[in-house]
């Protein structure tokens, strides 16, 4: 089958690292597909600058576009490009990433007469504008079906873009499991004069809520827990959060390393992993924290609940409930045996269920059973029917 995934970019960073969740799980895909059953190709609306080229894969032919606006008098032109290398390569599948992708590459796959077209939710669709809703029922008429990366965003397309129910498989994100395969098992402080660890790795923006995590801490720190804050990401919200540990009086147990290239190495220097958000499609940085075997806790929203079974994988808290937030924490500080019990639930779970190898083929038998059903298979329906069963509903108990 040959696959054609359409991005708007591939955005590196200073040092040449991949930025963003979701160009990071396309390049993930790309690596572990079976050659054998998909042979990949890449295009790129924008593509321009070498720092973004070497980034793209060896083994994967890629067209770029030069394309970085719709609005663009050369929309038009990149769209007979691409419509053109399409027919050349006899493209069975067109899979889009991101809205302007999809607005452009969704329309002229059709109307190129591609088998198959896919879009991909990987989110809840928070941001979208009344515009963008209106584009992608647009979309829908013409997509084959709808990859979501949990059934919270399956649900939020369905309600929110009136995607057909029966069109949106769930395959859940991958994670590389070779780094953290060789991260040490989580070890207890020895001494009461060690500070327990505890760590969030966050995009530093309102929806992550680590002013939240700020005030939780100032709780605990308030009952002589000996512990210490350390915060990796980076975002517009910097600044502010600084202030506010100031403001509380915590900012000396709190640490804000910035933008974070090693996630394992920090996750190996951390105890417990905190993801606080009041949304979430399905989390990255909470894969890594349980792949890592950290006890996490984790507000109960979105496709956190799929991923964490409360006190078997991991704790559930109220999200917007600072108070929830301190107690989860301190329960893992008061019961060193639970944190370790959880956080090596948590490791078996990932390191089984969402192997990138495992999502790879996932996504390839999706595209066999769309090339000749033309829909989802039976046995599609019936996982994302055993999928939405198995999300526990956590009471906040």
């Known amino acids: 089958m040959r696959v054609c995934y359409v991005i708007d970019n591939l955005s590196p960073d200073e040092q040449g690292h991949i930025i963003g969740g979701t160009e990071g799980q396309l390049l993930l895909l790309l690596g572990a597909l079976d050659r054998r ?3 990949p190709y890449l295009c790129l609306l924008d593509g321009a600058g070498g720092g973004r080229q070497r980034l793209e894969p060896q083994d994967c032919p890629v067209i770029r576009l030069g394309l970085q606006s719709l609005r663009s008098v050369s929309s038009l032109s990149a769209a007979v490009r691409f419509a053109r290398f ?3 390569e006899q493209i069975d599948v067109v899979q ?3 809205s302007d992708s999809t607005y452009f590459a969704v329309p002229v796959a059709r109307l190129s007469g591609v088998p198959v077209v896919v879009r991909t939710r990987r989110n809840l669709g928070h941001a979208l504008t009344r515009g963008d809703r209106v584009l992608g029922r647009l979309c829908n008429v013409m997509t084959t079906a709808t990859i979501a990366n949990s059934q919270a965003c399956r649900e939020s397309s369905i309600a929110g873009e009136h995607t057909r129910p029966e069109s949106v498989a769930v395959i859940p994100n991958a994670i590389a499991c070779q780094p953290f395969e060789t991260i040490r098992p989580l070890q207890w402080p020895t001494s009461n004069q060690e500070p327990l660890v505890v760590g969030a790795i966050a995009n530093l923006r309102r929806i992550k809520r680590i002013d939240l995590l700020l005030s939780a801490i100032r709780m605990l720190v308030l009952r002589n827990r000996n512990l210490r804050l350390v915060v990796g990401g980076d975002g517009p919200l910097r600044g502010d959060l600084q202030r506010l540990a100031a403001s509380l009086g915590v900012d000396r147990y709190v640490e804000f390393l910035g933008a974070v290239r090693d996630v394992p190495s920090v996750l190996d220097k951390m105890h417990i992993c905190v993801l ?13 924290s349980m792949a890592a075997g950290r006890a996490v ?3 109960a929203v979105g496709g956190n609940v799929e991923i964490v079974e409360h006190e078997v994988t991991g704790l559930l808290a109220r999200p917007g409930d600072a108070a929830a937030l301190a107690e989860a924490i301190d ?3 008061g019961d060193p045996g639970m944190a370790i019990r959880l956080g090596a639930s948590a490791r078996q779970r990932v390191l089984q269920a969402y192997r990138s190898d495992r999502c790879a083929e996932r996504h390839g038998q999706l595209y066999a059973s769309l090339l000749e059903n033309g829909r989802l298979d039976d046995e599609s329906r019936r996982t994302n029917d055993r999928l939405l069963a198995a999300v526990p509903r956590f009471s906040g108990a």
């Not at 606080?276 to 890594?288: K, P, T, V």
């Open 37 to 39: 059953v998909v042979r």
């Open 86 to 88: 399409l027919h050349r």
């Open 96 to 98: 889009t990433f991101f």
């Open 276 to 288: 606080c958000s009041d949304a979430e499609g399905m989390s990255n940085a909470l894969l890594e």
């Open 297 to 299: 806790v984790a507000t």
């Open 331 to 333: 329960r893992l500080t």
